[in-house]
T-cell receptor, first 117, second 114 residues
């Protein structure tokens, strides 16, 4: 069965520290897509990154970086020099095709990140 | 371009009542999905609509139903509300065929059933 595990329920760091959020997934598909979303207190899920199963290149976007390793089924997210504005709940998600072009996301339970000033 | 808008933002209902939640898709998007997010949990897929028809459903009972209108806006209806239906309901839109590029989510409707 498809599954996404985010073992870290809550992480607290002091501003300017680096922090890594872990994501482990299970899928039977050979082609799949992984995502990270940020959920601030306002509630909406903000898209951060998408990665397909054939692209294992790590990616860096400003202070954000992602490490995708198929061998360990992990897609970890690192924030460098964290800031208070990074405080939010972060979700890792796996896209699963339901058929006929319908895709649903399977989300992990999220990691609440608190960045203290 | 406008994003996904949902209404109302908060709602309190009594057990056994019925509720309708509304969603306006992002401009240019023709597919809408609904997710239920219980407190402290990740969102769970309810169903997806395309061309005004349901074409994918998660593990939710039939009392959860939906509609999609010609302008791609959507409604989520829940009948016979139960206490466990209390959650944040998120609407997400995309352009069919590009769903794996990421959905655009609304801010959600927080439903409390008492």
């Amino acid at each position: 069965a498809q599954k996404v595990t985010q073992a870290q329920t809550e992480i607290s760091v002091v501003e300017k520290e680096d922090v890594t959020l872990d994501c482990v997934y299970e899928t039977r598909d050979t082609t799949y897509y992984l995502f990270w979303y940020k959920q601030p207190p306002s509630g909406e899920l903000v898209f951060l990154i998408r990665r397909n199963s054939f692209d294992e290149q790590n990616e860096i976007s400003g202070r954000y970086s992602w490490n995708f390793q198929k061998s360990t089924s992990s897609f970890n997210f690192t924030i460098t020099a964290s800031q208070v504005v990074d405080s939010a709940v972060y979700f890792c998600a796996l896209s699963e095709e339901e058929g006929s072009g319908t895709y649903k996301y399977i989300f992990g339970t999220g990691t609440r990140l608190k960045v203290l000033a | 371009e406008t994003g996904v808008t949902q209404s109302p933002t908060h709602l309190i209902k009594t057990r056994g009542q019925q509720v309708t939640l509304r969603c306006s898709s992002q401009s240019g998007h023709n597919t809408v999905s609904w997710y239920q997010q219980a407190l402290g949990q990740g969102p769970q897929f309810i169903f997806q609509y395309y061309r005004e028809e349901e074409n994918g459903r998660g593990n939710f009972p039939p009392r959860f139903s939906g509609l999609q209108f010609p302008n791609y806006s959507s409604e989520l209806n829940v009948n016979a509300l139960e206490l466990d239906d209390s959650a944040l309901y998120l609407c997400a839109s995309s352009f069919r065929g590009l769903a794996n590029y990421g959905y655009t989510f609304g801010s959600g409707t927080r439903l409390t059933v008492v």
